[in-house]
């Protein structure tokens, strides 16, 4: 499941230049789309157009798909212009901010814990790859409580590429084959230890 964040009225970080976050995370999923695509993945987007869609919204679609895995792709707006980097959710630094609620609300609210160590080595996978192929990028990914992978009942990661202020958005576009070369090499990777383990 492809999650092209943003879009519709939420438009994501504005660049200096002319450039839109929304639109540039639209085709950047359209790319890794049709390059996982000849690895024999099945893909879904959570929006082809310029939908407006919330986080639950989004992780309702990626909930409903039985043995999925979930990527959210944003453009940063600090990052060394050209490098990328993947973050997992990382349970260990949230405080436990959030009381039990009745009702199934908390299980929801952290669907994506049980997930966690399968989303981190998923993270770690990209990265890697991320190093090699946009130069400055780091060898280890992020762990941080980014707040939309939470309800996702998957792996989930989220990939950021830098960043927003490029001067158009051509120079962003340019990085997409290397990006979504480091994500279909990862995603083979990953697939062969995680349906090991879990399917
Ligand atoms: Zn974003």
Not at 14 to 38: F, M, N, P, Q, W
Not at 139 to 147: D, I, R, S
């Amino acid at each position: 499941m492809l999650d092209p964040a943003h879009g519709g009225t939420d438009e994501g970080a504005h660049g200096s230049g002319s450039i839109v976050e929304k639109d540039v995370t639209l085709v950047l999923a359209e790319a890794i789309r049709a390059r996982v695509l000849r690895d024999g993945w099945q893909v879904l987007m959570t929006r082809q157009g310029d939908d407006t869609l919330s986080f639950a919204q989004r992780a309702a679609m990626a909930n409903a798909q039985a043995h999925a895995i979930f990527l959210t792709l944003h453009v940063g707006s600090s990052g060394a212009a050209g490098t990328a980097y993947a973050c997992y959710y990382d349970f260990g630094q949230l405080a436990e901010a959030t009381p039990p609620v009745a009702g199934g609300l908390l299980s929801w609210e952290t669907a994506q814990r049980p997930w966690e160590p399968y989303s981190r080595r998923l993270a770690q996978l990209v990265q890697g790859e991320l190093a090699t192929r946009l130069p400055g990028s780091s060898e280890q990914p992020a762990g941080a409580p980014l707040y939309q992978l939470r309800a996702i009942d998957e792996p989930a990661i989220a990939v950021e590429l830098e960043n927003v202020n490029a001067a158009d958005e051509g120079a962003l576009t340019a990085l997409a084959a290397p990006l979504a070369g480091a994500i279909a090499h990862a995603l083979v990777a990953f697939r062969a230890s995680y349906a090991a383990e879990v399917h």
